[in-house]
């Protein structure tokens, strides 16, 4: 069973960076995610990227944020530049395979984000 495990967050101010840091243990997934959830609010995919390098990003960290995957570590690191207080949230890590849909992947415990103006 495949196992993930995140790093990283914590308090930023406005306009700072953070790196989100996951590492899945098993075979490597088709595709590995950052997700959030803030607060009252449902959790949204941030950034993907899949084994073989395609990448997608949420439109609201689009040109601020960047995924990076090491598919023979199994990692995928999360690059928050310009951090909003709206980017405040609980993240996600998250491993699933080829032809599953997020409800069925491995997700960590999460880490929080927390981005002061």
């Known amino acids: 069973q495949v196992q993930v495990v995140e790093s990283g967050g914590g308090l930023v101010q406005a306009g700072g960076s953070l790196r989100l840091s996951c590492v899945a243990s098993?075979?490597?997934?088709?595709?590995m995610g950052w997700h959030r959830q803030a607060p009252g609010k449902q959790r949204e995919l941030v950034a993907s990227?899949?084994?073989?390098?395609?990448?997608n990003y949420a439109s609201s960290v689009e040109g601020r944020f960047t995924a990076s995957r090491h598919n023979a570590k199994n990692t995928i690191d999360l690059q928050m530049n310009s951090l909003k207080p709206e980017d405040t949230a609980v993240y996600y890590c998250?491993?699933?395979?080829?032809?599953?849909?997020?409800?069925?992947?491995?997700w960590g415990q999460g880490t929080q984000v927390t981005v002061s103006s």
């Open positions: 998250a491993a699933r395979r080829w032809g599953s849909p997020w409800s069925g992947a491995a």
């Open positions: 098993g075979p490597i997934p088709h595709t």
């Open positions: 990227v899949t084994s073989g390098g395609i990448t």
